[in-house]
């Protein structure tokens, strides 16, 4: 059911500086900048950032995709290097911005990303079976569909690749998860600088691309086969509101997945309350449960 909400999204550091990427690395672990994963046309080479735990492996890896209303953002800032503590690789992933190409195509980034990860596995010491997606906004939004739409054909460039896109698990930080919903004018007079993200995003105005917006929404992937998902929302949130994850986390409850959904009492989009030692227990605990 569709609720009269509003959606947009900045990008927002879930994680505090000391979960920030380079010097602050844990005893051990190692980490390799700027892999090559694709090349486009118009956008040039997409990169990732690979950071790997101590230890021999094969390990269990994350798919981190940043926020930034799919026009801004750096895959540099804000990785959960608290993962890496307890034996995760992660790789943070950029993709081409909407002032590039509209959707598909980061979704088509980010599933190449995970194409190149399990086809390079054994390289980079990485089980091909044990993967998962986590974002935050925008990023949330991508991470979700990783998880829900891994055989859609129409949000892939490699229909007939051998190698699969999907994932076992998804964190989603306060992703919108339908944007068929118009953003109403209390949204736009608060952001007037977002405005226009979800109309750059689809290529156009929603009311003229209501295909477009219903294949951009995760929601509308949502089935039993769906991976465990654990969505992280503030309730002050008024960028993304809390109804996208609410009901989001209703529809895969109603499906059967497991998971849930972890509501913050006066979060707003993003901040120091979603990398709490709390918070980060639980994702934790969440992943050792569906990828180990």
């Known amino acids: 059911m569709k609720l009269p909400i509003t959606v947009l999204l900045v990008g927002m550091t879930v994680f505090s500086s000391a979960m920030a990427a380079g010097p602050n690395l844990p005893p051990g672990c190692s980490e390799q900048r700027d892999i090559v994963y694709a090349t486009r046309d118009p956008g040039g080479p997409q990169k990732l950032d690979l950071?790997?735990?101590?230890g021999k492996g094969p390990f269990p890896w994350m798919v981190r995709i940043h926020g930034g209303a799919w026009r801004a953002g750096d895959k540099a800032g804000g990785v959960?290097?608290?993962?890496?503590?307890?034996?995760?690789?992660?790789?943070?992933?950029?993709?081409?911005?909407?002032?590039?190409a509209p959707f598909p195509a980061?979704?088509?980034?980010?599933?190449?990303?995970?194409?190149?990860?399990?086809?390079?596995?054994?390289?980079?010491?990485?089980?091909?079976d044990r993967a998962g997606a986590m974002g935050d906004s925008a990023g949330g939004h991508l991470a979700s569909l990783l998880g829900l739409a891994p055989k859609v054909a129409a949000l892939t460039d490699a229909p007939d690749s051998k190698t699969s896109e999907a994932v076992k698990a998804v964190v989603d930080f306060y992703g919108p998860s339908d944007l068929r919903i118009p953003h109403n004018a209390k949204w736009n007079a608060a952001h007037p600088d977002l405005r226009t993200a979800v109309e750059d995003l689809l290529g156009g105005p929603r009311?003229?691309?209501?295909?477009?917006?219903?294949?951009?929404?995760?929601?509308?992937?949502?089935?039993?086969?769906?991976?465990?998902?654990?969505?992280?929302?503030?309730?002050?949130?008024?960028?993304?509101?809390?109804?996208?994850?609410?009901?989001?986390?209703?529809?895969?409850?109603?499906?059967?997945?497991?998971?849930?959904?972890?509501?913050?009492?006066?979060?707003?989009?993003?901040?120091?309350?979603?990398?709490?030692?709390?918070?980060q227990a639980k994702i934790v605990a969440f992943l050792n449960r569906y990828l180990r």
């Open 51 to 54: 950071y790997l735990p101590a």
């Open 207 to 279: 009311d003229q691309k209501a295909d477009v917006a219903k294949a951009a929404s995760p929601i509308t992937y949502v089935a039993k086969t769906a991976p465990p998902f654990l969505i992280l929302q503030g309730d002050a949130d008024d960028t993304v509101l809390p109804a996208q994850s609410i009901t989001l986390d209703q529809a895969l409850r109603a499906a059967g997945v497991p998971g849930g959904l972890i509501l913050l009492p006066g979060a707003g989009h993003g901040g120091a309350a979603f990398g709490a030692p709390e918070q």
């Open 106 to 128: 980061q979704i088509q980034d980010c599933k190449a990303a995970v194409r190149y990860l399990r086809e390079h596995a054994a390289e980079f010491n990485l089980d091909p």
């Open 80 to 100: 959960p290097l608290f993962l890496l503590d307890v034996g995760y690789a992660v790789a943070s992933v950029e993709y081409r911005f909407t002032n590039v």
